[in-house]
């Protein structure tokens, strides 16, 4: 969350406006599939759910 919070911070005076999940329960990840902007934290003791993400191709 503290990751989450200072980047919404270094926006300022800007806001975000899209989702925004400090965050993100592991039984949601597929969350992060989503086609819209958003800014999601994931907690660090997840670390075998994030082997689990699959990042784009370029």
Do not use: C
């Not at 926006?11 to 989702?19: C, L, R, S």
């Amino acid at each position: 969350m503290t990751v989450a919070e200072s980047i919404t911070a270094l926006m300022f005076p800007f806001q975000w406006q899209h989702v925004y999940v400090p965050i993100l329960p592991a039984s949601l990840l597929h969350f992060l599939d989503a086609p819209v902007p958003y800014l999601m934290g994931l907690h660090s003791n997840g670390q075998d759910d994030r082997t689990k993400l699959e990042l784009p191709q370029e």
